[in-house]
């Protein structure tokens, strides 16, 4: 799978900002000082946004970021459709030529807005004076970055939540790709093992850029399962939180992927989850580049009314080199 050109570069990939904290990137991405000036970050300033937004959520910082100039952007997809060589006979042409497959992903953005507002009392009476401000819109921003991951993960046009009616995220995208039904099986060496067999040979070719994502209550199950062992990796177990990693492929923990699901396909039960095995290069978070913060004054109300607003976009690349877990139960 080739990278686009509108790919963005990872936070920690040269651009400068990789040993800025979580707060130095907020306070470099937005300054309240420029509210008044019309709202939209400029580049800079929204490169380091979407940095935040990279930084505070598991797997859109795992993913392929494509900064979008407008509400649909269309990916160029090129593969080959299997063995393109051949034997050369000296003087004489192929019989056939071999071709590219041609394909497009399409990202259509989704408007997003966090409005929030503070008291004319509260910014006059705080502690921390002038830099209360600053302090509240970081924690909406943070909060924001957040729930984009969640529509990301979990977003479903079918969904009786509002917000995650939006868009289908990877969970609803990931029935296009390759189901295993486990049936309330914890996460367990045969669960690994069957969803990395799942996965075409083809896209084990990087095994480095693959990724098991589940939720951190069933990465505890597969971590808990070397704890027993009376070997260095059972030690090593007990004392480190990263999970120990399965065919060299890392088990990733994902706040947002929810542990209270009731089954389906058939499946009675409750408290399930669902996971994905997936080249990190599959995921794309398409964010649109006009990311604005607002401010406005209701004196009326004697309150600041705050606005972030931006418009993502979330699909696979390829549907068939995601596998999905479902049923995935949790050890008590």
Same mark, same amino acid.
């Given at each position: 799978?080739?990278?686009?050109?509108?790919?963005?570069?990872? &936070?920690?990939?040269?651009?400068?900002?990789?040993?800025?904290?979580?707060d130095?990137?907020?306070?470099?991405?937005?300054?309240?000082?420029?509210?008044?000036?019309?709202?939209?970050?400029?580049?800079g300033?929204?490169?380091?946004? +979407?940095?935040?937004?990279?930084?505070?959520?598991?797997?859109?910082?795992?993913a *392929?970021?494509?900064?979008?100039?407008?509400?649909?952007? #269309?990916?160029?997809?090129?593969?080959?459709?299997?063995?393109v060589?051949?034997?050369?006979?000296? %003087?004489?042409? &192929?019989?056939?030529?071999?071709? !590219?497959?041609?394909?497009?992903?399409?990202?259509t953005?989704?408007?997003?807005? $966090?409005?929030f507002?503070?008291?004319?009392?509260?910014?006059?009476?705080? +502690?921390?004076?002038?830099?209360?401000?600053?302090?509240v +819109?970081?924690?909406?921003?943070?909060? $924001?970055?957040?729930?984009?991951? #969640?529509?990301?993960v979990?977003?479903?046009t079918?969904?009786?939540?509002a917000?995650?009616?939006?868009?289908?995220?990877?969970?609803?995208?990931? @029935?296009?790709?390759?189901?295993?039904?486990?049936?309330?099986?914890?996460?367990?060496?045969?669960?690994?093992?069957?969803?990395?067999?799942?996965?075409?040979?083809?896209?084990?070719?990087?095994?480095?850029?693959?990724?098991?994502?589940?939720?951190?209550?069933?990465?505890?199950?597969?971590? @808990?399962?070397?704890?027993?062992?009376?070997?260095?990796?059972?030690?090593?177990?007990?004392?480190?939180?990263?999970? &120990? !990693?399965?065919?060299?492929?890392?088990?990733?923990?994902? !706040?947002?992927? &929810?542990?209270?699901?009731?089954?389906?396909?058939?499946?009675?039960?409750?408290?399930?989850?669902?996971?994905?095995?997936? !080249?990190?290069?599959?995921?794309?978070?398409?964010?649109?580049?006009?990311?604005?913060?607002?401010? @406005? *004054?209701?004196?009326? *109300? %004697?309150?600041?009314?705050?606005?972030? $607003?931006? *418009?993502?976009?979330? #699909?696979?690349?390829?549907?068939?080199?995601?596998?999905?877990?479902?049923?995935?139960?949790?050890?008590?």
């Open positions: 799978m080739g990278k686009s050109d509108v790919q963005a570069m990872a &936070p920690n990939s040269g651009r400068g900002y990789s040993n800025l904290s979580t130095e990137l907020l306070q470099k991405a937005i300054d309240t000082t420029d509210l008044a000036a019309g709202g939209i970050l400029t580049t300033q929204a490169d380091r946004f +979407i940095d935040l937004v990279s930084d505070q959520s598991v797997m859109l910082g795992e *392929r970021v494509v900064k979008m100039r407008s509400a649909v952007t #269309e990916l160029d997809k090129i593969a080959t459709t299997g063995r060589s051949k034997l050369k006979t000296e %003087g004489t042409a &192929p019989a056939a030529l071999s071709e !590219p497959a041609f394909s497009k992903v399409t990202l953005a989704t408007d997003i807005i $966090t409005p507002e503070i008291t004319f009392e509260a910014l006059e009476d705080s +502690i921390e004076g002038g830099n209360l401000e600053n302090t +819109i970081s924690a909406m921003a943070k909060q $924001t970055a957040t729930d984009i991951e #969640e529509l990301a979990q977003g479903d079918g969904s009786a939540d917000f995650l009616a939006g868009l289908n995220g990877w969970r609803v995208l990931a @029935d296009d790709g390759h189901e295993v039904d486990v049936e309330g099986d914890t996460l367990s060496k045969s669960v690994l093992s069957v969803m990395y067999k799942q996965l075409p040979d083809k896209y084990k070719r990087n095994q480095g850029d693959l990724r098991f994502f589940c939720a951190p209550a069933c990465v505890q199950d597969w971590h @808990d399962t070397f704890t027993d062992r009376a070997t260095p990796a059972g030690d090593d177990a007990i004392r480190v939180a990263q999970a &120990p !990693p399965y065919m060299g492929v890392p088990v990733v923990s994902v !706040p947002v992927i &929810p542990t209270d699901l009731d089954g389906i396909n058939d499946h009675v039960g409750s408290n399930l989850s669902y996971g994905f095995l997936t !080249p990190r290069e599959n995921l794309v978070f398409g964010i649109h580049r006009e990311i604005r913060v607002d401010k @406005d *004054r209701d004196i009326l *109300r %004697g309150v600041n009314i705050y606005a972030i $607003t931006t *418009r993502v976009a979330i #699909e696979f690349e390829d549907d068939d080199a995601v596998v999905l877990v479902v049923n995935l139960g949790q050890s008590a």
